[in-house]
């Protein structure tokens, strides 16, 4: 938000500099983010001067030009050539001197003495756009007649320096997003350090206000009382849509805004003086002669005024004529009822409109205005009649015109003043500190809060409708200190504080320590917007839509829902990588998911379940390319193996946990389900060619999602074990066995543990042969068996033993050949 500080001084006397303004603000919690001087015109016009023009003859040696002489108040006039066909004696134009440099949309040139067809030009007579006062080029700027020969454009165009303040204004004080609000603020804050100087705000006055006659009455009807508060309006007619003087420009272009004509800058200007957006219309084009709000049907072709076609969502709150939609009420007027240059008659709007209604309407349809800005926020449902008068009152100086009707106000249920009980040991325990009961009264008083009643040690406050975000004694506290200062809070001297259990275990510590460990591997940490696309999970057999947590009004489709899994996110950024030929990727991401599950619960937050999981994702080559190492892509093992790592981390043996195959084969192709106690704690496998196809990635994924919550309680019921280093060695054997096809390693590593629980070690896996040669739907497997003695070293009679009895256990339990 910018606020100007000549503007601001219209409300509020006051000579301190624009920068211990800027920090007051910043105090009050008006955060000034940029304090820069503003210049109206670059350049302001320094060289140009009034000047009279003495006479006019044809240039000998050229048809379109003119030869003048031009006084401007100096010993000799000045002789200067001119192309313009409206240049006559008599007039009293712009002229830019020799040395001058003007500015434009184009960039800079200076003015030089010139030789034009053998006549010297010693300056130059200007066009509207040659001094970047606007876009006309038809002609010379002819100035009023009075003015003085030799009068600085400066001073004529009334351009004064100015000092603008970048405020970033947060979302609880939309009190304060216009001058008047800012003034009020600062009134505050100046009366608090000098009391003695009683600073009031000058709000301008509308007494002067009537209708002049009531030729135009046009009816309002609200249709929909709980999204439009209250609506104002009032007729003018005679106008004349031209021009805005240059004052009222120079407020405007001041905040960044663009002068359009008188009409549409006085309702800008009001909003930027009040706060209170305003809208006029084309009587001439309002249907049946009548205001309707209300909310067309779902489907209804509305044009805005910037010409883009949208249509109406149902809950779309529009101001209506007996035909059509005119205006998407709060937010952006249409293209048929506006203002145009042939406008003779206006039905000026004020109103106020449910907050939640044009926010919901603003963010579905992606339209952010100044109006919509405060409305979305709150506005004053009792500033609405004054705005309008102040309106109407400027309009009939600027535009001529009368105002033709009785104000139109329709208030189904007036609002009232918050009264709040606000207590001064509230004040003083927030705070810890006492401050004196006349400086609270005082600020309070400052602000426009009244007090009605005081009773010992507290107050009965009346809080005005503007301060939309004041609602509880907290709120009164915040007040009070915005103006006394967070500053003057004293830091104390000792820090209390009390014993915490915090839960065991410790998540974060969990997280970090699998973090580091991820990172360590070359693993790179990802974060993805919880929000997501509705489209992945349409017809998704692993993922309902059914379970889809669907955002109501969201900013656009591709942040319509919150997400079910890791995965496509993981997708999404493996995809933006590979396009910058980033195609070799191991990334992990921790980051919650949500479902929608069925509850009879009345509490609407049960049928929400969310939990915490853990993506492991690897792609591309294994190593990075090097005359040392191959060249071999990652692998369903390489997972497995970061898997069964981030498992071991957490205490958790990984011959406790139990592996089947998985059911997710839309987001599969092949993949494998870990649990441990029964309870599913990852999946992990090679992501489907179809759904790489729809990222258009063209290499192997593999992919691992860990349920982290259920691996954190699986480490709680795990208690780490720890063991001295053995004593005696290791022995290794091996056995090569033929089995059915169907018979996996898990189920020989599974039989290998339980048939000898006291000496084995460890099983591994180092050797598969299929062939035909050794029988049909069979297959070899070596596998090698780690045995040891924690008390001593093993005999071969005893290892030889323990080999007979796995080896037995092989073939009568899994039907296997010992080769």
């Known amino acids: 938000m910018k606020i100007s500080y000549n503007w601001l001084r219209e409300y509020i006397e006051t000579s301190e500099p624009p920068s211990k303004i800027a920090q007051w603000f910043t105090d009050c919690g008006l955060e000034v983010e940029c304090l820069e001087k503003h210049e109206a015109f670059r350049g302001v016009l320094e060289g140009v001067l009034a000047g009279k023009v003495l006479s006019c003859k044809k240039h000998p040696n050229a048809d379109k030009l003119t030869v003048t002489l031009v006084d401007i108040g100096r010993s000799k006039p000045l002789t200067i050539i001119c192309g313009a066909p409206n240049v006559e004696a008599g007039q009293k134009v712009p002229v830019a001197t020799v040395g001058t ?61 100015d000092w603008i303040f970048e405020i970033g204004l947060t979302p609880n004080r939309i009190d304060a997003a216009s001058h008047i609000g800012s003034a009020r603020d600062l009134a505050a804050i100046i009366n608090h350090h000098d009391p ?59 905040i960044g805004l663009k002068p359009v004509n008188n009409i549409v800058d006085i309702t800008n200007f009001v909003l930027h003086e009040t706060g209170q957006p305003l809208h006029a219309f084309d009587t001439d084009k309002i249907s049946g002669n009548k205001i309707i709000v209300k909310r067309p049907p779902a489907g209804t072709t509305f044009i805005t005024l910037d010409e883009e076609k949208i249509k109406l969502t149902g809950n779309d709150l529009m101001i209506c004529n007996a035909k059509e939609p005119m205006c998407l009420a709060g937010i952006l007027g249409g293209t048929f009822s506006g203002i145009t240059g042939q406008t003779k008659n206006l039905f000026l709007e004020s109103a106020c409109f449910n907050p939640v209604f044009i926010r919901k309407s603003s963010k579905h349809h992606q339209i952010n205005t100044d109006a919509s800005f405060r409305f979305e926020r709150g506005t004053d449902p009792n500033i609405t009649v004054y705005a309008l008068k102040r309106a109407a009152l400027l309009i009939k100086k600027l535009a001529g015109g009368k105002i033709s009707s009785q104000i139109v106000d329709v208030y189904p249920k007036p609002v009232k003043n918050i009264r709040i009980t606000f207590r001064y040991d509230t004040l003083n325990k927030l705070t810890g500190k006492v401050i004196s009961k006349n400086v609270v009264k005082n600020i309070l008083n400052s602000l426009e809060i009244e007090i009605i009643r005081e009773e010992k040690d507290q107050l009965e406050l009346s809080v005005p409708t503007f301060k939309v975000d ?128 069925k509850s009879n619960s009345h509490n609407p937050l049960d049928k929400y379940a969310e939990k915490t999981e853990l993506a492991v994702v690897i792609t591309g080559k294994k190593e990075k390319e090097s005359w040392r190492t191959g060249q071999s892509n990652v692998d369903f093992f390489d997972l497995k193996n970061h898997l069964i790592h981030i498992v071991n981390k957490l205490g958790i043996d990984k011959t406790d946990l139990q592996i089947d195959e998985t059911g997710h084969y839309e987001t599969y192709l092949y993949a494998l389900d870990y649990k441990l106690d029964d309870k599913h704690i990852a999946t992990a496998g090679k992501i489907s060619q179809n759904l790489l196809d729809r990222f258009d990635i063209g290499q192997d994924v593999f992919y691992a999602s860990i349920n982290w919550q259920e691996l954190i309680d699986a480490y709680s019921r795990h208690k780490m074990r720890f063991e001295e280093l053995p004593k005696f060695p290791e022995v290794r054997r091996d056995l090569a066995l033929l089995i059915d096809e169907k018979i996996s390693y898990k189920q020989i590593e599974l039989l290998a543990y339980k048939t000898e629980k006291k000496y084995l070690v460890n099983v591994n896996l180092f050797d598969v042969y299929k062939d035909e040669k050794i029988g049909k739907n069979k297959k070899s497997y070596a596998v090698s068996f780690i045995l040891r003695d924690k008390n001593k070293t093993m005999t071969d009679k005893q290892i030889d033993n323990i080999m007979q009895k796995l080896a037995r256990a092989c073939k009568d339990k899994l039907g296997a050949e010992i080769r």
């Open 470 to 597: 004041v609602t509880r004694p907290a709120d009164i506290v915040e007040e009070v200190l915005r103006i006394y200062g967070y500053n003057n809070i004293n830091i104390p001297e000792k820090i209390n504080s009390a014993i915490v259990l915090s839960p065991k275990p410790d998540k974060e510590h969990l997280q970090n320590q699998v973090s580091d460990m991820l990172s360590g591997q070359g693993f790179r940490e990802i974060m993805n917007n919880s929000l997501t696309n509705i489209v992945y999970y349409e017809n998704n057999h692993d993922y309902s839509e059914d379970q889809t947590v669907k955002i109501v009004n969201p900013i656009s489709r591709d942040l319509s829902a919150l997400r079910q899994t890791l995965i496509y996110g993981c997708l999404e950024t493996i995809a933006r990588n590979i396009n910058h030929r980033n195609t070799d990727l191991k990334l992990y991401e921790f980051g919650t998911i949500y479902k929608l599950k």
């Open 196 to 254: 003695k100087l009683k600073k009031k705000l000058k709000i301008p006055s509308t007494d002067d206000f009537k209708n002049d006659n009531n030729s135009l009455h046009i009816p309002v009807e609200i249709d929909d009382n709980e999204a439009c508060i209250r609506y104002s309006g009032v007729t003018i007619s005679g106008i004349t849509v031209a021009d805005s003087p240059v004052w009222l420009k120079n407020r405007l272009m001041s």
């Open 101 to 161: 440099t003007l500015y434009n949309d184009k960039g800079s040139f200076e003015i030089k003495e010139t030789n034009i067809r053998g006549q010297i030009s010693q300056g130059m007579i200007c066009a509207e756009d040659e001094l970047g006062l606007g876009t006309s080029h038809e002609g010379i700027m002819v100035l009023d007649n009075k003015t003085p020969v030799g009068m600085p454009a400066k001073e004529y165009f009334q351009i004064e320096d």
